[in-house]
């Protein structure tokens, strides 16, 4: 299924208010984890609460460890203090990768704005070197900007 096939189906996700928001990050997790054949692990980190750390939300995936991560460490931690995009084609070339699984070569981190506020982002790790590309950044702004709807 092509970006453009997905985001009407991510607009009915985000729109149905009778299912949780849980429930819907979850349901987003799962169609894009399905539906594109280089997203093996993808899931949400949010601000946990005033603290500088990000805490895992819903994913779909190997199980992981990283429950917690604090601003500024891994990838993910990067984009909590950088405020943008990071895509990084080979993880073992970044210092500062929090590695979840051996097999994971390249990942992907959009964040969230709720409010002109970080408060969040997608995470997704792919077992493919070097899949990522613009396309994917925009898709995936476009998905955060949708999340950012939903929990406004």
């Known amino acids: 299924m092509t970006f453009q ?20 990050l979850l349901h987003i997790c799962e169609i894009l984890e399905s539906n594109i054949d280089y997203y093996n692990w993808v899931g949400f980190y949010f601000k946990n609460g005033d603290k500088d750390e990000l805490k895992l939300g819903p994913y779909v995936g190997e199980p992981t460890d990283h429950t917690i991560i604090p601003f500024g460490k891994g990838i993910c931690g990067q984009v909590a203090v950088s405020n943008e995009n990071f895509v990084v084609p080979d993880v073992a070339a970044q210092d500062n990768y929090i590695a979840c699984s051996i097999t994971v070569k390249a990942e992907i981190v959009i964040p969230i704005f709720v409010n002109g506020e970080n408060i969040g982002q997608i995470d997704i790790d792919s077992n493919t070197s070097d899949p990522f590309t613009e396309d994917d950044e925009r898709f995936l702004e476009f998905v955060c900007k949708e999340v950012a709807h939903l929990l406004s």
Do not use: A
Not at 5 to 24: D, F
């Open 5 to 24: 096939e997905l985001k009407p189906r991510i607009t009915v996700i985000t729109s149905n208010n009778e299912r949780t928001v849980e429930e819907r």
